[in-house]
């Protein structure tokens, strides 16, 4: 699966042309199909190797409003107003409350943390794009920190960096290609092991 046909591999998705959304293929972990919805919701549907797929919501491609398949659901309620965190600027720096529920029931509320580092150009497979680097620090102290490209453009994370290390870098795929690609995924996940 290294080797990616010429035209797909230089596509390079942009908000002003596609405006219902792009897949960015995670190889060798799977596809994610990102669409465009109302009310600066980003929808993101991961595709797994293993046939699994599960959905994210997001708000304008940078914080999960919700997550998980059906059945699994954790979703969550703002307590702050996150549109007054955009446009994000370098410099910028913001708190937010989130109630977090798994299956309905609330479980506790989350306090996030987001500082805008700097601006920056990244590569995605053939496609360069301009990005922010944005720190993200979890509440309670001790949990989890890191850094996202994040694209304005797309409103999507290029870029998930923990450890010095990018952990979703993927080439960008046209939708029209997705059924190819999930057939292509689903013989090499019935494939037999050599």
Same mark, same amino acid.
């Given at each position: 699966?290294?080797? &990616? =046909?010429? +035209?797909?591999?230089?596509?390079?998705?942009? @908000?002003?042309?596609?405006?219902?959304?792009?897949?960015?293929?995670?190889? !060798?972990?799977?596809?994610?199909?990102?669409?465009?919805?109302?009310?600066?919701?980003?929808?993101?549907?991961?595709?797994?190797?293993?046939?699994?797929?599960? =959905?994210?919501?997001?708000?304008?491609?940078?914080? %999960?409003?919700? +997550?998980?398949?059906?059945?699994?659901?954790?979703?969550?309620?703002?307590?702050?107003?996150? $549109? %007054?965190?955009? !446009?994000?600027?370098?410099? =910028? *720096?913001? *708190?937010? *409350?989130?109630?977090?529920?798994?299956?309905?029931?609330?479980?506790?509320?989350?306090?996030?943390?987001?500082?805008?580092?700097?601006? &920056?150009?990244?590569?995605?497979? &053939?496609?360069? @794009?301009?990005? #922010?680097?944005?720190?993200?620090?979890?509440? !309670? !102290?001790?949990?989890?920190?890191?850094?996202?490209?994040?694209?304005? =453009?797309?409103? @999507?994370?290029?870029?998930?960096?923990?450890?010095?290390?990018?952990?979703?870098?993927? $080439?960008?795929?046209?939708?029209? *290609?997705?059924?190819? #690609?999930?057939?292509?995924? &689903?013989?090499?996940?019935?494939?037999?092991?050599?």
């Amino acid at each position: 699966m290294a080797n &990616q =046909d010429t +035209s797909t591999a230089l596509f390079c998705p942009s @908000y002003e042309g596609t405006a219902d959304g792009f897949v960015v293929s995670h190889l !060798p972990a799977g596809l994610a199909e990102v669409r465009f919805m109302e009310n600066d919701l980003t929808k993101v549907t991961r595709y797994r190797k293993s046939g699994n797929a599960d =959905d994210e919501i997001l708000y304008m491609g940078l914080i %999960t409003l919700q +997550s998980g398949s059906t059945g699994s659901e954790i979703t969550r309620r703002p307590l702050t107003d996150l $549109a %007054t965190l955009f !446009p994000l600027e370098v410099g =910028d *720096e913001h *708190e937010y *409350e989130m109630e977090v529920a798994f299956s309905g029931k609330v479980q506790r509320v989350e306090k996030t943390a987001i500082k805008v580092h700097s601006r &920056q150009r990244t590569k995605v497979g &053939q496609c360069k @794009y301009e990005v #922010l680097s944005v720190g993200v620090t979890f509440d !309670p !102290p001790g949990s989890t920190s890191l850094y996202l490209n994040y694209c304005p =453009d797309l409103r @999507y994370i290029v870029n998930v960096i923990a450890g010095g290390r990018a952990l979703n870098k993927g $080439a960008m795929f046209p939708l029209s *290609e997705l059924p190819f #690609l999930l057939a292509k995924l &689903q013989s090499h996940r019935l494939a037999p092991a050599a």
